[in-house]
C-alpha cells in the first residue's frame, strides 16, 4: 500500500485569506485530503523567523500532501484576486512527538500507559520510552499533592513515524492531564 507524500507549504500573505483559500479548496476537491495548520497544532518551526512571521499572520505554513499542495500552488499561481503566493514547499520525511509524564497512584499510572501505548497509528513507534516506577513504603498514607509519594511512575519518549498518525497522536494527548507533549517537529527531507 502506497503512502502519500506529505509537505509544508509556505504561503505568504493574509492569514486568513491563505485559511480560507486552503479550506475552500480542500474542500472544493473531489478526492479532498488531510490538511493541518501548523499554528493549531502546536508544530515546531524551524526558524525564529518563520515563527515570527506566523505570529504576525503574514504567512500560513500547512502540512498536506504532496499533490494537493501542488494542486494549490498552481491555483494560487492562477488567481491575481488573492494576494497569496507560496515561497516554499518542503517535503517531509517523518514527524517526531516529544512527551512526559509523572504520575502518583497505580490507578493513573495503568490509564497513562494506555493512551501511551496502545492503539498506535500504523508506522508509528514508540522510542526512547522507559517508564521508572518507584516506590516508597515508608511515605504511604502521605497525601496526593504532599511532596512525598508512596508510588511514582513517570516517563519521557517520543513519537516517530508518518505525518497523520503522529498529528492523530498529538490530538490524543491534547486532553489528557498527566502527559505533557511538546511541540511537533517535522524532519524535512534533504
Same mark, same amino acid.
Given at each position: 500500500?502506497?503512502h502519500p507524500?506529505?509537505?509544508?507549504i509556505?504561503?505568504s500573505?493574509?492569514g486568513d485569506q491563505? $485559511?480560507g &483559500?486552503?479550506e475552500g479548496f480542500?474542500?472544493?476537491?473531489?478526492?479532498?485530503?488531510?490538511v493541518?495548520f /501548523?499554528?493549531?497544532?502546536?508544530? =515546531?518551526?524551524?526558524?525564529f &523567523?518563520?515563527t515570527l512571521?506566523?505570529?504576525? %499572520? %503574514?504567512?500560513? &505554513?500547512v502540512i498536506?500532501? *504532496?499533490?494537493?499542495?501542488?494542486?494549490?500552488?498552481?491555483?494560487?499561481?492562477?488567481?491575481?484576486l488573492?494576494?497569496?503566493?507560496?515561497p516554499?514547499v518542503r517535503?517531509?520525511?517523518y514527524?517526531e #512527538?516529544?512527551f512526559?509524564?509523572?504520575?502518583?497512584s497505580?490507578?493513573?499510572?495503568? /490509564?497513562?500507559? *494506555?493512551?501511551?501505548?496502545?492503539r498506535?497509528p500504523e508506522?508509528? %513507534?514508540?522510542e526512547?520510552?522507559?517508564p521508572e516506577?518507584?516506590?516508597?513504603d =515508608?511515605a504511604?498514607?502521605?497525601?496526593?499533592?504532599?511532596?512525598?509519594h =508512596?508510588?511514582? #511512575?513517570?516517563?519521557?519518549?517520543?513519537?516517530v513515524?508518518p505525518?497523520p498518525?503522529? #498529528?492523530?497522536?498529538a490530538?490524543?494527548?491534547? =486532553?489528557?492531564? &498527566? $502527559?505533557?507533549?511538546?511541540k511537533?517537529?517535522?524532519?524535512h527531507?534533504?
Amino acid at each position: 500500500m502506497s503512502h502519500p507524500t506529505y509537505v509544508e507549504i509556505e504561503i505568504s500573505g493574509p492569514g486568513d485569506q491563505a $485559511i480560507g &483559500f486552503v479550506e475552500g479548496f480542500r474542500l472544493a476537491c473531489e478526492a479532498p485530503g488531510q490538511v493541518w495548520f /501548523a499554528g493549531r497544532e502546536n508544530v =515546531d518551526l524551524e526558524s525564529f &523567523f518563520e515563527t515570527l512571521r506566523s505570529k504576525l %499572520r %503574514r504567512d500560513t &505554513f500547512v502540512i498536506c500532501s *504532496k499533490a494537493l499542495a501542488e494542486a494549490m500552488s498552481e491555483a494560487l499561481g492562477a488567481s491575481e484576486l488573492l494576494e497569496l503566493e507560496v515561497p516554499s514547499v518542503r517535503e517531509i520525511e517523518y514527524a517526531e #512527538l516529544p512527551f512526559r509524564y509523572e504520575v502518583y497512584s497505580r490507578e493513573e499510572a495503568s /490509564a497513562v500507559r *494506555k493512551v501511551i501505548e496502545d492503539r498506535l497509528p500504523e508506522g508509528v %513507534r514508540l522510542e526512547g520510552y522507559e517508564p521508572e516506577e518507584r516506590v516508597l513504603d =515508608d511515605a504511604r498514607g502521605v497525601e496526593l499533592y504532599g511532596p512525598v509519594h =508512596d508510588y511514582t #511512575l513517570s516517563a519521557s519518549g517520543r513519537y516517530v513515524g508518518p505525518v497523520p498518525g503522529v #498529528l492523530a497522536l498529538a490530538e490524543r494527548l491534547s =486532553d489528557q492531564t &498527566f $502527559i505533557h507533549p511538546d511541540k511537533i517537529h517535522l524532519q524535512h527531507a534533504t
